[in-house]
C-alpha cells in the first residue's frame, strides 16, 4: 500500500522545466566572421576593374598594373601563414582589427598617387599585407577553434562570404568607376573596411573558453591554450617539417593552379578581356558578381561534399571541369560582343559553381595531414594559391601587351587545371587513430 502511494505522489510530482535548446556561440562567432570576410572583400573586387582606368589615365602599361595586382596577391598569400601564427600569440580581435586597418590605410592612400611605385606601395603592399593577415587562414582558424563537428560545413559557409563580397561589392564599384572615377571606389573600399572593425572587437572571440563554452561538438571542455611566441618561427618551423612530406607538394601545387585559374586569371582579367571584344564594363563585372552568387552556393555545397567524400577526388573533379571551362573561354568571349549570350551566362554559372570549391577539400587535407598545425600550414598552401594568382596576374598583362588578346593565357590555364586533377588523385591519405584528450 506504502509503495502505490508512493509511485503515485511521484506520478503527480510536475516534471522539472527545460529550458530550450539554445544556439552554440560558435554560430554567432561563424556569423561576424562571416560579415566581416564580407566587408573586407571589397579590395577583392576592384584589381580587374582599375586596369583599364590606370591605363588610360596614367598611361601605365598593362603589364606594370598587373605587377602592382601580382605584389599584392603575393602578399596576400605569403603573409597568411604568419597571421595565423600571429592570431595565436595575439589573438583573432587584434590581428584582424589592425589587418582591416592597413587596409583602408592602403585603399585611401592610392587616391593621391601619380606614380607607378606608389601603386605599387599602397595597393600592392599595404593592400597586399592587410587582406593576408585576414585570408583564407583566418576562416581556418575560427573552424578549427570554434567546431570539431560540422567543420567542412562552416569553411565552405566561410569561403563563400569572400563571393559573397564580391557579389555586393563589384555592381558598386563598377558603376562609381564609370560614373565618376576610380578614385570614389578605392574611399569605398577604405570606407567598407573600416566600416566591420567594430563588429570585429566587440563581437569576435577569440576561443571557446573565453565564454566557458566547449566547442560546438565537443564532449569535453578544452582550456584556452596559452599565447605562443615566436609567430615567425613558428611559421618556419611548420613549413619546415611540412615539406619534408609528400602530400605537402601537392596540396601546394594543386592550389598554385587553383590561384593561377581563378584571382590571377578571371578575377584580374576578364574584365578587360571582355572589354577588348566591346563589352560594357559593367556589365562585364555584373557576370563576376554572378560568379559570386553560384560560388556561394558551390563552395557551401563543397563544404557538405566534403564532410561526406573523399577530398581528393572532389579536388579532381573540381580541377577537371574548371580546365574545359577555360579551353572553351575564347570562343565565347569571339562569340559575345557588346551583349550578353546565353553560352557566356552558362560559364559564368558553371564556373561559379567551382570558383573556390577546391577550399574545403584542400583544407580537410591539411587538417587531416597535419592537425593542430594545420591552420598554420593551409596558411603556406594559400601562399602557393597566391603567388602562382600573383604570376598569371603579371603575366596575363604582359600577354595582352604582347599578343594583343588573352586567348593564350585562357588556353594555358586549362592546360594546368588538367595537370592538377592529377596532382589531386596522387595525394596519399593518411590515416590517423583518435587519441583521448
Not at 566587408?39 to 582606368?53: T, V
Not at 599565447?227 to 617539417?241: C, I
Not at 572532389?314 to 562569340?335: C, E, K, N, T
Amino acid at each position: 500500500m506504502t509503495q502505490t502511494t508512493e509511485a503515485a505522489t511521484a506520478v503527480r510530482q510536475p516534471k522539472p522545466f527545460r529550458s530550450p535548446r539554445r544556439i552554440h556561440r560558435a554560430w554567432f562567432v561563424a556569423a561576424v566572421t562571416f560579415v566581416t570576410i564580407i566587408g573586407a572583400a571589397a579590395f577583392r573586387s576592384l584589381p580587374g576593374l582599375l586596369i583599364d582606368p590606370l591605363h588610360e589615365g596614367f598611361g601605365w602599361s598593362r603589364g606594370t598594373i598587373g605587377a602592382a595586382v601580382s605584389v599584392n596577391l603575393a602578399l596576400y598569400g605569403l603573409t597568411a601563414p604568419f597571421a595565423a601564427a600571429l592570431m595565436d600569440r595575439f589573438g583573432i580581435r587584434r590581428v584582424v582589427a589592425v589587418a582591416l586597418t592597413v587596409i583602408a590605410l592602403g585603399s585611401g592612400l592610392t587616391v593621391w598617387m601619380t606614380a607607378p611605385w606608389q601603386l605599387m606601395l599602397c595597393w600592392g603592399v599595404l593592400v597586399g599585407l592587410g587582406s593576408g593577415s585576414m585570408a583564407l587562414a583566418f576562416a581556418a582558424t575560427v573552424t578549427n577553434r570554434w567546431f570539431t563537428e560540422r567543420r567542412g560545413l562552416v569553411s565552405g559557409i566561410l569561403t563563400a562570404a569572400s563571393a559573397s563580397g564580391q557579389l555586393i561589392f563589384l555592381p558598386i564599384l563598377s558603376w562609381t568607376i564609370e560614373t565618376y572615377s576610380w578614385r570614389p571606389a578605392a574611399v569605398t573600399v577604405a570606407l567598407a573596411a573600416l566600416a566591420v572593425v567594430p563588429f570585429v572587437w566587440l563581437l569576435l572571440r577569440d576561443h571557446p573558453a573565453d565564454v566557458g563554452l566547449k566547442p560546438y561538438g565537443a564532449r569535453e571542455f578544452t582550456p584556452k591554450p596559452p599565447p605562443v611566441t615566436g609567430a615567425a618561427r613558428r611559421a618556419l618551423t611548420v613549413l619546415s617539417s611540412a615539406v619534408r612530406i609528400g602530400p605537402f607538394w601537392l596540396l601546394a601545387g594543386t592550389f598554385a593552379i587553383c590561384g593561377a585559374s581563378t584571382n590571377g586569371l578571371i578575377q584580374t582579367h576578364f574584365v578587360p578581356a571582355a572589354h577588348d571584344h566591346d563589352m560594357p564594363v559593367t556589365a562585364a563585372a555584373s557576370l563576376l558578381a554572378v560568379v559570386g552568387v553560384f560560388d556561394v552556393a558551390g563552395t557551401i555545397a563543397s563544404g557538405w561534399f566534403t564532410d561526406r567524400f573523399d577530398a581528393r577526388r572532389l579536388l579532381a573533379v573540381y580541377y577537371g571541369l574548371r580546365g574545359v571551362s577555360l579551353l572553351f573561354l575564347p570562343m565565347l568571349l569571339g562569340q559575345s560582343g557588346p551583349s550578353v549570350h546565353p553560352p557566356m551566362v552558362f560559364f559564368i554559372v558553371f564556373y561559379g559553381l567551382d570558383w573556390v570549391a577546391t577550399v574545403p577539400p584542400t583544407l580537410a587535407l591539411c587538417r587531416e595531414q597535419y592537425g593542430e598545425d594545420s591552420a598554420i600550414v593551409f596558411g603556406w598552401v594559400l601562399a602557393s594559391h597566391q603567388i602562382g594568382a600573383a604570376l598569371v596576374a603579371f603575366l596575363g598583362g604582359v600577354a595582352r601587351d604582347a599578343f594583343g588578346s588573352y586567348d593564350v593565357v585562357w588556353y594555358a590555364s586549362g592546360t594546368l587545371c588538367a595537370a592538377a586533377t592529377l596532382m589531386a588523385l596522387m595525394i596519399k591519405r593518411r590515416r590517423t587513430t583518435a587519441v583521448p584528450a
